[in-house]
């Protein structure tokens, strides 16, 4: 069978499940030990909880017209209500009863920083409706979040301690040690006793899922 380019895939429309992640940033190990805390961690809080997605380094697929103009931006962290917890190669929006993230984490880099400032933040304003959007820089640790009131992002202000409050977590999410964490409404830090355990076990899923994506892609 002869190979065809991803763009030719693309344009034929292939099934959901083909669609692969692309327009994704190369990530630190910094930022992906970041994006294995927050997915473990909150995987543990909400180990009762049933009809969510949680999602890390995956390329939104929000409309057709994207896929046309090839505007793809990989977000790093995601999270679904009302969605079926299963391992997906990207979200695409129609196929998935057109859910859309709550909630949307990126890392800042001095290479995607004005991109998460500007384009991604119109983009998940304006396209996605993403209630809440944070953004964290592992380095600087710089720090922000917006929630979406008469179809704009608001900031989000701090509390005393710099945490900023999620209304779909129903945590804070607050700098400690140089890493973003979680905390309750009582101040207390969201921290399973198998923390380094768990944060490990997902680091090493994530790097081997992307190193499989990297391959498919380059097939």
């Not at 880099?109 to 953004?135: H, V």
């Not at 179809?151 to 409050?165: A, D, F, H, M």
């Amino acid at each position: 069978m002869a190979s065809i380019s991803k763009a030719e895939f693309l344009a034929r429309m292939p099934d959901a499940s083909q669609l692969l992640s692309e327009g994704r940033e190369i990530h630190s190990l910094l930022h992906y030990t970041q994006l294995a805390l927050l997915f473990s961690v909150l995987e543990w809080w909400w180990r009762d909880r049933q009809e969510y997605c949680i999602c890390v380094d995956l390329t939104i697929y929000y409309s057709r017209q994207q896929l046309r103009s090839r505007n793809f931006h990989g977000t790093d962290f995601f999270l679904v209500k009302g969605a079926e917890q299963r391992p997906r190669y990207s979200w695409v929006a129609w196929e998935e009863g057109g859910g859309y993230p709550a909630l949307i984490i990126e890392l800042l880099s001095e290479a995607t920083a004005e991109i998460d400032r500007k384009i991604k933040f119109e983009i998940y304003q304006n396209c996605l409706r993403t209630l809440e959007y944070f953004w964290f820089s592992p380095e600087t640790l710089e720090f922000a979040g917006f929630i979406l009131a008469d179809e704009r992002y608001q900031k989000i202000e701090p509390n005393e301690k710099g945490w900023l409050w999620s209304v779909v977590l129903e945590l804070y999410l607050g700098v400690e040690g140089g890493k973003l964490r979680y905390f309750t409404a009582s101040g207390e830090k969201v921290a399973p006793p198998e923390e380094d355990a768990l944060v490990n076990k997902k680091l090493v899923e994530l790097l081997a899922a992307r190193a499989e994506q990297e391959a498919q892609l380059a097939e």
